[in-house]
Each structure stands twice: as structure tokens, then as C-alpha cells.
């Protein structure tokens, strides 16, 4: 094994035990790192020069007789592998510079969010029948997530003392710890109203009790994967694809709506919870065939 492979594992070794990587992750490290030491022919990680890494990097988006393209989200992972190799094996005194400083990873496309249209919507949320406690639940469910735009860990960790029904108003604990008031929609707090009286008391007499709003059978709290769950088998029923769904999908559908409805982008900002405002501005990309519409039939000049 030769200077640069020793390195390798010892970055991988590290990345296991500092910094607890998935196993995901470490495993295309793992692959993308292997693959450059092929490229570096034997030469020692101190021996090679800032051309040779961006000629290489170059090299993965254009593929060769062995490999395929990379996509952009792909390089930008293998641009990340090499330059926390190289950083490493300066900081352990293993070279003496660090020829990827300067090498940037490729901008990944931006990927808008999935949204479906109103009608879709009410289609998955009417998908769910009401005449168990379960049911009754998974509408619930489905009308928090839409009605409120939170994020389903944000959902399933939701306590009763969070909610709030008589203002129509809950506390969504999100990221960092930041917590948020937001309003809860009519038909939201309708169906949590028909799930708290008819069915939640029902399913907490089976656990050991908790202050979760959402339980699962068993009266434990509903986990994320069964949130999932409920979602695409109400997606199947809906006709819609299931594989297509997520409860992030709802979140992202709650944000279009509303800037659609001309909600102002500070506004969803802060409803969704987000930091930056920037993060929040990828939904008016959505919106833009809206924008184009409304041009289109109020501007005089439009036709022009």
C-alpha cells in the first residue's frame, strides 16, 4: 500500500471515529478517494501540484473509458472527498501544502421543489377515510402538514400544549431550536378537533402516555417513517404517485400556495421557519408560470 493509500484510510479511519460520518457517506469517500490514487499513478499526496487535482476533477464531469459523467452533485461530493484529504494530510504533517486549497466544487444545479397544484391537494387530503380512529388520524396528519407547513419532525414532535385550537395557532419547534408560532388553517383544526375528541384518547388508552399530539396504535408517539407511511398510501389512493410524495411535498405545495395567493416572501419566510430568506426565495422560482400568467392577462403591453 503505498503513501497516498496510507493516508486514505487513515482520513477514513478519521472521518469514522471524529466526525462519525454515515456509512453512506464514508462509503462513496471511500470510493471517489480510491479512485483518485488510482489517478495520481503512485505519486505521493506532498508530490502533487493544484493543476492536477483541477485536471482531474475536470476529468470526472467528462467521464472516461472506465467511468461514466458525473453529474454536478456527484463531482461537488468527490471535490469535497479530495479536498478534505489534502487538508488532512497537511494538518497531520504528512505535506507540506495543500494543492486543492483553491479548488471549488461545481455548482449543483438548482432542483425547485415539488409542488402539486390545489386540486391535487384536496384529492390526497379527501383520499383519507375518516371512520376509525386511525383514519381520523391520518387526516389529521395530512391537514397539519398542509395546513401549517411544517416539517414532519417538526409534526411528530408537535404536545398537546402546543396547540393552541381556540386561536387556531400552534408552536412548531424546528432547527437549532428555534421555535415558531404559526396559524393553523380551518380545515386543519377541524380534523385535529374530530382526532383529539374521537380518536386520540382512544389510542392513548393503549400506551403508557405521552404528550405527542399524533400516536401511533400502539399510544406511543408517530415515528417519521410511519408519517411516511400514512402519506404515500394516501397519495396511492389519491391516484397520485406515490414515489413522487414525501411530507416535504406538502411543505413545499403550503409555501407556493401562499405566494401564489400573493403572500409576501418575508411572511413565508418565517411561517416556514427558515433562517435566511434566500432559502425561502427558491419557491418564487415555482411560481414564475403564475407570474407570466397574471402578466399576461393584466398588463396592456403584454400582448404587445
Known amino acids: 500500500m503505498n503513501s497516498a493509500r496510507r493516508v486514505v484510510q487513515a482520513y477514513l ?10 456509512a453512506n457517506t464514508l462509503s462513496s469517500y471511500r470510493r471517489d478517494l480510491t479512485r483518485y490514487v488510482e489517478a495520481l499513478d503512485g505519486a505521493a499526496l506532498g508530490e502533487v501540484t493544484p493543476a ?23 463531482a461537488a461530493r468527490a471535490v469535497s472527498a479530495v479536498r478534505g484529504l489534502h487538508r488532512f494530510a497537511v494538518r497531520e504533517g ?17 432542483r425547485l421543489p415539488k409542488a402539486l397544484d390545489f386540486v391535487q391537494v384536496e384529492a390526497l387530503l379527501r383520499a383519507v377515510p375518516t371512520d376509525s380512529p386511525l383514519g381520523l388520524r391520518d387526516r389529521a396528519l395530512l391537514e397539519f402538514l398542509y395546513g401549517t407547513g411544517a416539517r414532519i419532525s417538526e409534526a411528530v414532535g408537535a404536545d398537546i400544549d402546543d396547540l393552541d385550537l381556540p386561536s387556531g395557532d400552534v408552536v412548531l419547534h424546528g432547527k437549532g431550536g428555534r421555535s415558531r408560532l404559526v396559524p393553523v388553517g380551518g380545515y386543519a383544526v ?19 402516555g405521552t404528550p405527542r399530539i399524533l400516536l401511533n396504535a400502539r399510544g406511543g408517539p408517530l415515528s417519521r417513517q410511519s408519517a411516511w407511511t ?4 394516501a397519495a396511492g389512493a389519491a391516484g397520485l404517485d406515490p414515489s413522487k410524495i414525501s411530507p416535504h411535498t406538502l411543505r413545499h405545495s403550503y409555501a407556493t400556495h401562499l405566494l401564489d395567493g400573493g403572500a409576501d416572501v418575508r411572511v413565508v419566510q418565517e411561517l416556514l421557519g427558515h433562517a435566511s430568506v434566500t432559502t425561502t426565495q427558491i419557491y418564487t422560482l415555482v411560481t414564475v408560470d403564475r407570474l407570466r400568467e397574471v402578466y399576461a392577462t393584466a398588463h396592456p403591453r403584454a400582448r404587445g
Do not use: M, N
Not at 54 to 59: F, H
Not at 94 to 110: G, K, V
Not at 190 to 208: D, F, S, W
Open 94 to 110: 504528512l505535506a507540506a501544502d495543500d494543492p486543492a486549497r483553491a479548488i471549488t466544487p461545481p455548482t449543483p444545479p438548482r
Open 190 to 208: 377541524e380534523a385535529l378537533e374530530a382526532y383529539l375528541v374521537r380518536a386520540r384518547p382512544a389510542l392513548a388508552a393503549a400506551g403508557r
Open 13 to 22: 479511519d478519521h472521518l469514522t471515529v471524529e466526525r462519525a460520518l454515515a
Open 52 to 74: 492536477r487535482v483541477a485536471d482531474y476533477l475536470a476529468r470526472l464531469r467528462e467521464g472516461d473509458a472506465e467511468h461514466p459523467p458525473l453529474s454536478a452533485a456527484s
Open 230 to 233: 400514512i402519506l404515500r398510501r
